[in-house]
């Protein structure tokens, strides 16, 4: 939904993690094992933000 939430991600070989919370106090983590690329990425952060949506 595209709102303001703060977060921090990173990657080491064959797993990326992303989290991020809201001023409200919503909180997700995504973890995925994986090889990370940009597409890869791009799912973890579209998910951190329907997490957050919802």
Do not use: K, M, S
């Not at 993690?17 to 106090?25: K, N, S, V």
């Amino acid at each position: 939904c595209g709102g303001l939430a703060w977060g921090h991600g990173g990657t080491i070989p064959g797993y990326q993690t992303f989290g991020g919370t809201t001023d409200d106090g919503r909180a997700v983590n995504v973890t995925v094992t994986t090889i990370a690329d940009d597409d890869t990425t791009q799912h973890v952060d579209q998910a951190v933000d329907e997490a957050l949506c919802h």
